[in-house]
């Protein structure tokens, strides 16, 4: 538990530095901006929203507020088929706007436009599809006044409240641009995504200017795990039985992925030669 909770510390000290460099190269807003698109990127899109954050910066999208929406959609290169025809009845009349909105603009941000193989649109669960992130992330930043006054308090409740509040008229009830709507309404940002943004961007900006946050931070139960996750805790772990007990919180996780980065990732014999066994006697 201590080896873990170190790796997690320090790992979470990693996040804030590079969230102070992001704020002195971009200002706060867009750093927060950026981190957060990254996080609704999840892993297999996290590039292409990165990169959308930094070619639609929020200062430009809070300028064209009414286009913004149309404007992220458009460089993310969803807004390529005018033709109406492909949508189902009930999406046409929002392409529609989007397409109005988006076609005054595109000349000049037609340079900008993402590739298409950029996005992974499939093998994700229909939560995930980029198309629905972007739909959060547009509703983010029409709520972006209140969503800095959410942040100002610097507290992991407010902003996990403010998230799961946030609304979109259609993404709300809908996974795809051409799927048909659902009829029950759904989280536009679930709680495994909100745990993923507090524990990888607002605690670390939180930390970084000066709040202490561990005590938040080890109180994140994790929800979600990958494939670097269980490589590390079956190499670490095995097949003990205690080994669930080592995997239930974000920061156990964090500190498990750490371990992976400076260990697993460097050891080319399959732990026949790593330096961690040794390292952990002599901590002990």
Same mark, same amino acid.
């Given at each position: 538990?201590?080896?873990?909770?170190?790796? *997690? &510390?320090?790992?979470?000290?990693?996040? *804030?530095?590079?969230?102070?460099?992001?704020?002195?190269?971009?200002?706060?807003?867009?750093?927060?901006? &950026?981190?957060?698109?990254?996080?609704?990127? =999840?892993?297999?899109?996290?590039?292409?929203?990165?990169?959308?954050?930094?070619?639609?910066?929020? #200062?430009?999208?809070?300028?064209?507020?009414?286009?913004?929406?149309?404007?992220?959609?458009?460089?993310?290169?969803?807004?390529?088929?005018? @033709?109406?025809?492909? =949508?189902?009845?009930?999406?046409?009349?929002?392409?529609?706007?989007?397409?109005?909105?988006?076609?005054?603009?595109?000349?000049?941000?037609?340079?900008?436009?993402?590739?298409?193989?950029?996005?992974?649109?499939?093998?994700?669960?229909?939560?995930?599809?980029?198309?629905?992130?972007?739909?959060?992330?547009?509703?983010?930043?029409?709520?972006?006044?209140?969503?800095?006054?959410?942040?100002?308090?610097?507290?992991?409740?407010?902003?996990?409240?403010?998230?799961?509040?946030?609304?979109?008229?259609?993404?709300?009830?809908?996974?795809?641009?051409?799927? @048909?709507?659902?009829?029950?309404?759904?989280?536009?940002?679930?709680?495994?995504?909100?745990?993923?943004?507090?524990?990888?961007?607002?605690?670390?900006?939180?930390?970084?200017?000066?709040?202490?946050?561990?005590?938040? =931070?080890?109180?994140?139960?994790?929800?979600?795990?990958?494939? #670097?996750?269980?490589?590390?805790?079956?190499?670490?772990?095995?097949?003990?039985?205690?080994?669930?007990?080592?995997?239930?919180?974000?920061?156990?996780?964090?500190?498990?992925?750490?371990?992976?980065? @400076?260990?697993?990732?460097?050891?080319?014999?399959?732990?026949?030669?790593?330096?961690?066994?040794?390292?952990?006697?002599?901590? #002990?």
């Amino acid at each position: 538990e201590g080896v873990l909770a170190g790796a *997690a &510390q320090f790992r979470l000290q990693r996040k *804030a530095a590079r969230f102070r460099n992001l704020v002195e190269n971009h200002g706060r807003d867009e750093a927060l901006f &950026q981190e957060i698109a990254a996080a609704l990127g =999840y892993k297999g899109n996290k590039l292409g929203f990165t990169l959308l954050a930094q070619r639609v910066t929020l #200062r430009l999208l809070r300028k064209q507020n009414d286009a913004a929406e149309a404007m992220l959609f458009g460089v993310a290169g969803f807004l390529e088929a005018p @033709d109406l025809a492909v =949508y189902a009845q009930g999406t046409r009349g929002y392409v529609r706007k989007l397409w109005d909105r988006w076609w005054l603009h595109r000349d000049e941000m037609q340079r900008l436009i993402l590739p298409t193989k950029l996005w992974r649109l499939s093998g994700a669960r229909p939560l995930n599809h980029p198309q629905r992130r972007l739909g959060a992330l547009a509703a983010l930043v029409c709520a972006w006044s209140a969503f800095m006054k959410t942040v100002a308090k610097r507290d992991a409740n407010s902003a996990g409240d403010f998230f799961l509040q946030l609304h979109h008229p259609f993404w709300n009830f809908q996974y795809t641009l051409t799927s @048909d709507a659902g009829a029950k309404e759904i989280a536009l940002i679930g709680e495994s995504r909100i745990a993923e943004i507090l524990a990888n961007v607002l605690l670390p900006s939180f930390l970084a200017e000066g709040r202490e946050v561990w005590e938040d =931070y080890a109180k994140l139960r994790a929800r979600l795990s990958n494939r #670097r996750l269980e490589t590390a805790a079956t190499r670490l772990f095995g097949g003990d039985a205690r080994r669930a007990q080592f995997t239930k919180t974000v920061a156990q996780q964090q500190g498990l992925l750490q371990i992976y980065e @400076d260990f697993c990732m460097q050891d080319n014999s399959d732990c026949a030669q790593c330096p961690f066994p040794e390292q952990m006697a002599k901590w #002990r």
